[in-house]
């Protein structure tokens, strides 16, 4: 659980986008896993200079925990919530149980660094995260995409978050990202896979992460209703199936070759990761 390179500039940005950290839960007691250098040059790309020794200090302070750097942020509360006390989280509290109400509404950022991976009841977990926000506040999440396995219970999709942080549930998803586990390497932020009506997929080789950045804009019962995945919902509302040429589709894809069909899905793909450069970091300074 840790904010490296790319979780700092994350956070950064979204406090450039209007994300406050007022109020703070950390999902996990969250460490800082960069450089004072590489955590000077990202407060530097967002208007914010410190000094060499005053980076290391907030890199130091606090064993290394991210209070410190959540503080910069604007952070005047911050609690830790986490299954054990073996990191001195302020609030020791298991995720795979409903969460108590009197956590409920409470934050402006919950903030999860790579905790929910962890958690074997993920849907209670996810809920309690969306519980803990205010309105107007923001789930913040960099969690592992692909390349991961045997880290956590879970590997996590695009899709899952789009559904979950949707407008039935009283959120919107406000940027997602994926980007590899590797020093400059570049952003790409991820279409809805309901807006552009296909499943959006990745085979790549490096470890990578998903970013995500949502915003509770009212409160409601969360979940109500069932969660599907979009191209299954517009499979059954369309009645696909009953189209000839479908059928006939799916028959001539099992003679296809291989090398076809990797090709197909390459180009099928393109449109659905856009690179993001990484410029429009220092647009969204921080005041």
Known sequence: MGLDVHGTR???YARGLGASFERTAMIGRQTLHLSAAELRRNLAAFGLMYSPDETHALCARNQGFAEPFL???GARTI???DASAYEHATDIVDLNVALADRYKGQFTAVIDGGSLEHVFNFPTAIQSCMEMLAIGGHFLSIVPCN????H???QFSPELFFRAFGETNGFEVRKLFVFEDRPGAPWFEVAD???ARR???LANRWPTYLAVLARKTRETALFTQAVYQSDYETLWEERLWDSPLWRLGRRLMRFVPTPLRVLYGAIERRGLFCRYDPKVFTKAKLP
């Open 79 to 81: 609690r830790s919530f």
């Open 152 to 154: 956590g219970f879970y």
């Open 147 to 150: 390349n991961f396995l045997g």
């Open 10 to 12: 994350f956070l950064l």
């Open 193 to 195: 896979p309901a807006r």
């Open 71 to 73: 503080e910069v942020l």
């Open 199 to 201: 499943r959006v997929e």
